[in-house]
């Protein structure tokens, strides 16, 4: 798992759990010259609007079809959650959440949907195959070991940490909760933090790629 000192504290204080999403996690690992660059209009109720002047790291996550990258982010705007398929809660709620969004905008308005697993012991390319496009045939899978996905961890802000087995090979993945959305330039432009609500997301997503 790749997180600043600072993060992994905050982590550890409960601040970076899957139930508190991303949002302080952000403002506390990632700084910007302009304080603009976090600041969150008003009328958008669920989303931290971020404006990155970068493109995401290189990072590496795969599944059946081959190497998810940062240009599989390139030429189209894109959601993207980080989690494991054996998530009781927070996963699948999200996947569902997505895939709602998804058939309520245009195929001109959706995004791509990445979710990328943080437990590659488990999460093999198979299984990413059946799980995830059960909630959406277009949503794409894909998992990367905790080197791969270094930078792209550290560059957003996400934490994850896995819990000791209870059973052998039966354990949680405590992680961040928020849905990132990154433009066609692969710039981290927005976070949606929970808790969700559908139609304020509809009408903030909106808003952002328009």
């Not at 899957?18 to 990632?30: D, Q």
């Not at 198979?126 to 899978?141: H, K, M, Q, R, T």
């Amino acid at each position: 798992m790749a997180a600043s000192p600072l993060a992994r504290r905050l982590f550890l204080l409960g601040v970076g759990t899957a139930l508190a999403g991303a949002g302080l996690i952000w403002k506390n690992v990632r700084r910007r010259d302009s304080a603009e660059a976090l600041a969150t209009p008003p009328a958008m109720k669920t989303v931290t609007e971020v404006n990155d002047q970068f493109a995401v790291p290189e990072f590496e996550g795969r599944n059946l079809a081959g190497v998810v990258n940062r240009g599989s982010l390139m030429g189209r705007w894109s959601m993207v959650f980080f989690g494991y398929t054996q998530c009781p809660d927070v996963c699948p709620t999200a996947l569902t959440l997505m895939a709602e969004m998804a058939r309520r905008l245009s195929p001109a308005e959706r995004p791509q949907v990445l979710f990328i697993s943080i437990d590659p012991q488990r999460d093999t390319p198979e299984l990413l195959a059946a799980y995830i496009p059960s909630f959406d045939a277009s949503f794409v899978g894909a998992a990367g070991t905790d080197e791969s996905l270094a930078a792209l961890v550290k560059h957003l802000g996400v934490m994850y940490q896995r819990n000791p087995e209870s059973k052998p090979g039966i354990y949680t993945v405590d992680h961040t909760a928020a849905m990132f959305l990154i433009d066609p330039q692969a710039r981290l432009k927005a976070l949606f933090s929970p808790p969700h609500d559908l139609e304020a997301m509809l009408a903030d997503y909106r808003r952002l790629t328009h």
